[in-house]
């Protein structure tokens, strides 16, 4: 059975509050631990208003602490923000509390604008160009002292916290391969170059004492409903968002439009069409054929889901209908 896991930036629908949001997430995770998800990762993003999980570490305790099986991580904790010792200490005291359920999985994006990575990082010098260090030094804090060490993280000191490499690019394939570190790939919306990505990934694994083989993740968009119609009308609140992020004017998640032509712009959709190339919108046959021959080009080890839905039981209902067209890929993969 190929896994399925959860990515949530806990979302804020327009004329809703962060509290909502976050309300909404620890409901959401704990309707996909009963459906079999394997993880359910959270993101590090900034001064963004439909985005309630910029406090990555505090959400995941929250909802690690409100589920009892569910893997629970961070898809990603954006390094470049933080010294490598307070993730340590923050991914160590977590997996102190909840022991063998915690990833651990990073980027070198700031997750903001630059003016706010500033503001985050008081100065720049802590900068992408240092990120195999950083993360080598994070590394460092999860494995065992050595003798004579004079920092530790504590807690974190010899957890081994699984620790992902995340991208939207070459860069970290070729980073995650070279560390024998497992790979998530941002396809759910930065898809252009997914396959070369993988397949260098693959190409150049060395096996780690973490890893022994390449284990390659891909994002992927599923808004399913029980009718086609449905689903492309619950679609258009994500569109909307991109659109208004590339417009310089983020917000709040907005409802659903049902003239989303009128709403963007002919070349607006054409970017729509390009960054959401790795969305599944459907009933659920349309989402089963569609994710079917997804995993099938592109051999992906583990799927990480995001929903951008409206409405909140819509969302559920979207995952569930996810859900259930993973155990259907699964028994035909299991019989053929």
């Given at each position: 059975m190929i896994p399925f896991s959860v990515l949530d930036l806990s979302p804020?629908?327009?004329?809703?509050?962060?509290?909502?949001?976050?309300?909404?997430?620890?409901?959401?995770?704990?309707h996909v631990e009963r459906l079999g998800y394997r993880r359910y990762w959270l993101a590090e993003h900034h001064n963004m208003p439909g985005i309630a999980s910029a406090a990555t570490a505090v959400?995941?305790?929250?909802?690690?602490?409100?589920?009892?099986?569910?893997?629970?991580?961070?898809?990603?904790?954006?390094?470049?923000?933080?010294a490598p010792l307070v993730i340590a200490e923050q991914f160590g005291t977590l997996e102190s509390l909840f022991p063998g359920r915690i990833d651990l999985g990073l980027g070198r994006a700031p997750g903001t604008d630059m003016m706010t990575a500033r503001a985050l990082r008081r100065d720049l010098a802590a900068n992408a160009d240092r990120f195999p260090e950083d993360v080598a030094e994070l590394r460092a804090y999860l494995?065992?002292?050595?003798?004579?060490?004079?920092?530790?993280?504590i807690p974190g000191d010899g957890l081994a916290v699984p620790i992902w490499l995340l991208g939207s690019s070459l860069y970290s394939a070729q980073l995650?391969?070279?560390?024998?570190?497992?790979?998530?790939?941002?396809?759910?919306?930065?898809?252009?170059?997914?396959?070369?990505a993988i397949e260098l990934y693959r190409s150049r694994f060395e096996p780690s004492a973490q890893l022994d083989r390449p284990y390659a993740m891909l994002g992927v968009n599923v808004i399913a409903a029980d009718t086609d119609a449905e689903a492309a009308r619950l679609f258009t609140s994500l569109q909307q968002s991109f659109v208004n992020l590339r417009r310089g004017q983020p917000g709040q998640l907005p409802p659903p439009t049902d003239d989303i032509d009128r709403f963007a712009s002919p070349t607006e959709q054409a970017q729509l069409r390009q960054a959401l190339a790795c969305s599944f919108v459907g009933a659920p046959r349309t989402v089963e054929a569609?994710?079917?021959?997804?995993?099938?080009?592109?051999?992906a080890d583990e799927l990480i889901v995001s929903g951008h839905v409206y409405d909140h039981a819509a969302r559920l209902r979207s995952f569930a209908i996810a859900a259930q067209v993973r155990d259907t890929l699964s028994a035909q993969t299991g019989s053929s």
């Open positions: 804020i629908p327009e004329g809703k509050s962060a509290g909502d949001a976050l309300r909404n997430t620890l409901d959401l995770a704990h959400v995941i305790g929250q909802v690690a602490a409100a589920t009892s099986t569910i893997r629970v991580g961070s898809g990603g904790i954006m390094l470049p923000n933080h494995g065992p002292s050595v003798p004579g060490q004079r920092i530790r993280a995650a391969a070279m560390l024998g570190m497992p790979f998530a790939f941002a396809s759910h919306f930065a898809p252009g170059a997914m396959m070369q569609g994710l079917k021959a997804f995993v099938e080009q592109t051999k």
